[in-house]
């Protein structure tokens, strides 16, 4: 089931190694940010302030994310920054006064990106599509400069859980069928582009089980069983994160497990079929 509710705090967890991990402890707490669902934060460092952003969806009273509009109060990105990756963190832009950008008129999963030479972007699926936006250069809200990927005319299906990153000279975003804490995963759809505002092609999709189609929602064979939720690099190596939603023993979804795969790639850029490995 989806859970919305207005007790969600943001914890954070180190690691040197990927096999022990240690407990930071709440990030940001209920008291520090205004009332409503805090859903998929996301942490970058902006190297022009030189503080880490966290930017988080902020639903309205109602936890309610389809009761966006004004007469419930509406839905809110909101943002928070801090000199260390374990804190202390101050939100910045809350509620009424939470970030504005050009992408937000239809709230939907997001992640955060930051280019090598400092640009930072934002990249939103309001489940039909994927837009794409420059943020100022202090991370807090958007240029109003976009692009637009049209998703489910390119799939069929619509789709969640957005991801954007780097590699080689090629942008990458992925997105996934609707997952909205199943127990089944997600399909993983490949865009690629030689510039972070496109134009972008569409390459597959490299997490659907091979044999089986795409299918929002449904009880569809994905390879990971997980719903991605970042790609980043470790010692040359992109490695793909993903949710393994109602995973826990106790049913408890933020006792839920993570689920790392090291990317493959072609030397064309393309991004070979993820593969299911009970240890990496």
Same mark, same amino acid.
């Given at each position: 089931?989806?859970?919305?509710?207005?007790?969600?705090?943001?914890?954070?967890?180190?690691?040197?190694?990927?096999?022990?991990?240690?407990?930071?402890?709440?990030?940001?707490?209920?008291?520090?940010?205004?009332?409503?669902?805090?859903?998929?934060?996301?942490?970058?460092?902006?190297?022009?302030?030189?503080?880490?952003?966290?930017?988080?969806?902020?639903?309205?009273?109602?936890?309610?994310?389809? %009761? $966006?509009?004004?007469?419930?109060? #509406?839905?809110?990105?909101? *943002?928070?920054?801090?000199?260390? !990756?374990? @804190? =202390?963190?101050?939100?910045?832009?809350?509620?009424?006064?939470?970030?504005?950008?050009?992408?937000?008129?239809?709230?939907?999963?997001?992640?955060?990106?930051?280019?090598?030479?400092?640009?930072?972007?934002?990249?939103?699926?309001?489940?039909?599509?994927?837009?794409?936006?420059?943020?100022?250069?202090?991370?807090?809200?958007?240029?109003?400069?976009?692009?637009?990927?049209?998703?489910?005319?390119?799939?069929?299906?619509?789709?969640?859980?957005?991801?954007?990153?780097?590699?080689?000279?090629?942008?990458?975003?992925?997105?996934?069928? %609707? $997952?909205?804490?199943?127990?089944? #995963?997600?399909?993983?759809? *490949?865009?690629?582009?030689?510039? !972070?505002? @496109? =134009?972008?092609?569409?390459?597959?999709?490299?997490?659907?089980?091979?044999?089986?189609?795409?299918?929002?929602?449904?009880?569809?064979?994905?390879?990971?069983?997980?719903?991605?939720?970042?790609?980043?690099?470790?010692?040359?190596?992109?490695?793909?994160?993903?949710?393994?939603?109602?995973?826990?023993?106790?049913?408890?979804?933020?006792?839920?497990?993570?689920?790392?795969?090291?990317?493959?790639?072609?030397?064309?850029?393309?991004?070979?079929?993820?593969?299911?490995?009970?240890?990496?």
């Amino acid at each position: 089931p989806c859970i919305y509710a207005a007790n969600h705090t943001v914890v954070a967890y180190s690691t040197t190694d990927f096999k022990r991990w240690t407990d930071r402890g709440v990030m940001l707490g209920v008291g520090t940010r205004a009332q409503g669902t805090l859903f998929r934060p996301h942490v970058v460092y902006n190297p022009h302030s030189d503080l880490y952003t966290m930017w988080f969806e902020n639903f309205n009273l109602t936890g309610d994310p389809a %009761g $966006c509009g004004p007469a419930t109060g #509406g839905c809110h990105y909101s *943002v928070a920054t801090s000199p260390h !990756p374990a @804190g =202390p963190w101050t939100t910045v832009r809350d509620a009424t006064h939470g970030a504005k950008f050009k992408c937000s008129t239809a709230e939907g999963d997001f992640d955060l990106f930051v280019d090598a030479n400092g640009v930072g972007y934002i990249v939103v699926t309001p489940y039909t599509e994927l837009c794409i936006e420059r943020l100022t250069d202090d991370f807090t809200d958007g240029t109003g400069e976009t692009y637009t990927i049209p998703g489910q005319n390119l799939t069929g299906v619509a789709g969640e859980a957005p991801v954007m990153f780097h590699r080689r000279g090629l942008y990458y975003v992925l997105w996934g069928s %609707g $997952c909205c804490a199943c127990s089944v #995963g997600a399909s993983v759809f *490949v865009h690629v582009a030689l510039s !972070p505002l @496109g =134009p972008y092609r569409y390459l597959g999709d490299v997490g659907t089980a091979p044999g089986h189609k795409a299918c929002n929602p449904c009880d569809g064979d994905f390879v990971t069983k997980a719903q991605q939720s970042a790609v980043f690099e470790v010692g040359g190596e992109m490695v793909w994160v993903g949710n393994q939603w109602q995973s826990a023993a106790d049913g408890q979804l933020n006792h839920g497990l993570l689920y790392f795969s090291p990317m493959s790639f072609g030397s064309d850029g393309s991004i070979a079929h993820l593969v299911w490995q009970d240890a990496v």
